[in-house]
């Protein structure tokens, strides 16, 4: 069966849509109105092989929140109900970037359970007009969706963007070994029978 979601979601500060393939090719048309998040999610769709679209129309003139947290819950949804029941997948995935001055690890594990650690260096940081700290919002937004645990850890980085910009790539090839198909796995990859 395909793994594949969409996802409509409208609000008083944004309206989404989102569709996501878990066995694609790395295929990405974003435009969120932010700049840099479209490159991030376009970065995450190619490192994480999955096709991934999203439209979004947001409160910016507010700021940019609203709309990175919403596309985070966007995607975490569009995960949960992609990956399914999740019989037969690896259910873990751990994948660490390293980009010049930076390396920056992604940990996660497909539990049914949300809980996010994440300590990048983005307070009070701007990438040009991304305001850097939204990023721990954007995966905590992530997780809480998609009912995964997830660790975000950076061993070293000066460079914000880099740290933003290794984080998705790593959150994204790591999404794709706990996403994977293995022929040895029978059911769901619990004790419990259930994730």
Same mark, same amino acid.
């Given at each position: 069966m395909p793994r594949t979601a969409e996802i409509q979601r409208?609000?008083?500060?944004?309206?989404?849509?989102?569709s996501l393939n878990l066995d694609g090719s790395g295929a990405?048309?974003?435009?969120?109105g932010v700049g840099f998040l479209d490159h991030m999610l376009t970065l995450f769709a190619r490192h994480g092989l999955v096709d991934l679209t999203v439209r979004c129309q947001g409160d910016l003139h507010v700021d940019q929140?609203?709309?990175?947290?919403?596309?985070?819950?966007?995607?975490?949804?569009?995960i949960a109900r992609a990956a399914g029941d999740k019989r037969g997948?690896?259910?873990?995935?751990?994948f660490t970037v390293p980009m010049d001055e930076?390396?920056?690890?992604?940990? %996660? @594990?497909?539990?049914? #359970?949300?809980?996010?650690v994440c300590n990048l260096d983005t307070r009070n940081r701007k990438i040009g007009?991304?305001?850097a700290e939204l990023t721990p919002e954007f995966f905590r937004a992530v997780a809480g969706n998609a009912l995964m645990t997830l660790h975000v850890h950076q061993f070293h980085g000066d460079n914000a963007h880099h740290i933003v910009e290794a984080a998705f790539k790593a959150f994204g090839?790591? %999404? @794709?070994?706990?996403? #994977?198909?293995d022929d040895r796995v029978s059911g769901v990859p619990s004790?419990?029978?259930?994730?």
């Open positions: 409208t609000t008083a500060e944004t309206d989404i849509s989102l990405a048309d974003i435009a969120t929140h609203h709309t990175v947290e919403d596309i985070g819950i966007c995607l975490g949804m569009a997948i690896v259910r873990y995935g751990t930076t390396l920056v690890m992604v940990s %996660l @594990d497909l539990s049914g #359970r949300a809980y996010v007009e991304f305001d090839r790591a %999404l @794709d070994a706990a996403t #994977r198909h004790t419990k029978g259930v994730l």
